[in-house]
């Protein structure tokens, strides 16, 4: 059994626990209507799949997250509904064979999309057969108005940071913090910051501060790794000037610097310090904070 198949059955499974009966049985009516000879019939099961299945949050518990995770990792189903696992099972149905065909009926799918179903379609990203093929649209995707729509693409999904190329990850970082959408959860954050995006939310910081503005905490997490003796001063006024919790982040970011004068820093602040190596400090707790008030 391939993958895709496995991911298939895998949400089938789910689904058979949690929905009805008559929706289950509709489902797997549909596998052979689907054909990409004729998409009519995917594009109407697509569609057709919310009366059947409602936006109820999709119940994971540890064996199915741990199953995910091993389907293919960072694929995090608790953070879907029903139909939107209902729909991602249609699209892996789809027959991949031919790439061309396959990637236009996606495209049209795409275009022709309501809300929800830009949402379902954006979050599966990852789990999709060519996925080198849909970095344009994931791209279109990170530049939505829509919220809910950009936060399918950014949040609890793999596709960016396994695929997305170096500035249209580090365009994600940025609107992401000019959105104000919890950072920590975006997946490979860690793994593909770069000294680029660095500088960026630097000198993006500097101009916030110069406009008496304030700044996500959790900016600093992507800035950490590329600390220079010129930042300093930065993280000098954030240790003098800032709230608690930007001073746990920027003492965090230094956690993650090899740069002398932040390892010092560092160790001026040993209760913060021992917080940080128990792990009882990490930047999801501050990336939770964060989002518990308006910043």
């Known amino acids: 059994m391939d993958k895709l198949a496995e991911i298939a059955n895998y949400l089938h499974a789910m689904l058979g626990r949690q929905s ?3 929706s289950i049985a509709w ?3 549909q596998q052979s209507g689907i054909s990409s000879d004729s998409p009519s019939g995917f594009y109407l099961a697509f569609s057709t799949a919310s009366r059947f299945f409602d936006k109820a949050p999709l119940n994971v518990n540890r064996q199915d997250a741990a199953r995910a995770c091993e ?3 960072g694929f995090s189903p608790g953070h879907w509904n029903h139909l ?3 729909r991602t099972y249609l699209l892996l149905l789809y027959p991949h064979d031919n790439p061309d065909k396959w990637l236009a009926t996606l495209d049209k799918l795409f275009e022709t999309a309501d809300l929800h179903e830009q949402e379902a379609l954006y979050a599966a990203l990852p789990l999709l057969p060519n996925p080198d093929l849909l970095k344009l649209r994931a791209a279109e995707g990170l530049r939505t108005n829509m919220t809910t729509v950009f936060d399918a693409v950014a949040l609890h999904n793999s596709y960016p940071a ?9 365009q994600l970082l940025l609107k992401a913090i000019f959105l104000q959408r919890p950072l920590y959860q ?4 860690d793994h593909r910051a770069n000294p680029t995006l660095a500088q960026a939310l630097v000198e993006y910081t500097h101009e916030r501060w110069a406009a008496g503005r304030t700044i996500t905490p959790e900016l600093w997490r992507f800035v950490g790794p590329f600390l220079q003796e010129k930042h300093s001063g930065d993280i000098q006024r954030v240790l ?8 746990e982040a920027i003492l965090l970011a230094c956690n993650m610097s090899s740069l002398s004068t932040a390892r010092q820093l560092l160790q001026d602040y040993p209760e913060i310090q021992a917080k940080i190596e128990s792990g009882e400090l990490n930047w999801e707790k501050v990336g939770k904070q964060s989002h518990s008030t308006a910043f």
Not at 240 to 247: F, K, S, V, Y
């Open 20 to 22: 009805k009966a008559d």
């Open 27 to 29: 489902l797997e009516q």
């Open 71 to 73: 389907l293919h990792p």
């Open 84 to 86: 939107q696992a209902a």
């Open 162 to 170: 396994e695929h997305l190329d170096e500035p249209a990850w580090n």
């Open 186 to 189: 975006i997946q490979g954050a």
């Open 240 to 247: 003098i000037e800032g709230t608690p919790l930007e001073r």
